[in-house]
């Protein structure tokens, strides 16, 4: 091996060290790619919803309506699972990022992935706060909070009545 060689191919393990850190991780990369690409848009008609949903159900996920406060069916579940969205299935939060607000609905530090849902901007009742609703079916369904404990310092405060609880196996 000549001398010009040895040094280039003394090199390349750095080059493939400093490519990577150029680039980010692609492992990555792909999963955030793949997340965002698969939450197709569940479209659905005022009619066929309200088919779908119990009236209640109805009211809050398609009209951004609240169950009243230590009302709901999950506001103090403490099993282990997952809560997807009552309307599409998409899967919303984990009981692993579930705590206990003392606010009277279920409340979670953070979303299973931040693709399965979206935020904006609510201006009712007077005030302004940030909405919660399904990525898949733009159900509503509750609102996030700054007031969450450490380390997301969130509180999505998560009406009962648009999850549908999967215990874990
Ligand atoms: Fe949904």
């Not at 955030?32 to 066929?48: P, S, Y």
């Not at 949903?53 to 099993?79: M, S, V």
């Amino acid at each position: 091996m000549t001398p010009g060689l040895k040094r280039l191919s003394l090199c390349v393990p750095f080059i493939w060290l400093l490519a990577l850190m150029v680039a980010g991780s692609p492992a990555r990369a792909d999963e955030e790619t793949r997340g965002a690409v698969m939450i197709e848009k569940v479209l659905k008609t005022d009619e066929e919803w309200r088919k779908l949903l119990t009236p209640e159900q109805y009211r809050i996920t398609r009209k951004k309506g609240t169950e009243l406060a230590f009302t709901g069916e999950y506001h103090d579940l403490k099993e282990e699972g997952t809560y997807q969205c009552v309307a599409c299935g998409l899967e919303l939060f984990s009981s692993r990022t579930r705590y206990d607000s003392g606010a009277g609905w279920p409340s979670f530090l953070a979303p299973v992935s931040k693709h399965h849902i979206e935020e904006r901007e609510d201006r009712s009742l007077f005030t302004k706060r940030t909405e919660v609703v399904c990525a898949r079916c733009d159900a509503h369904l509750g609102h996030v909070f700054n007031d969450g404990p450490k380390p997301t310092g969130l509180r999505y405060c998560i009406n009962s009545l648009v999850l549908k609880f999967v215990p874990k196996r």
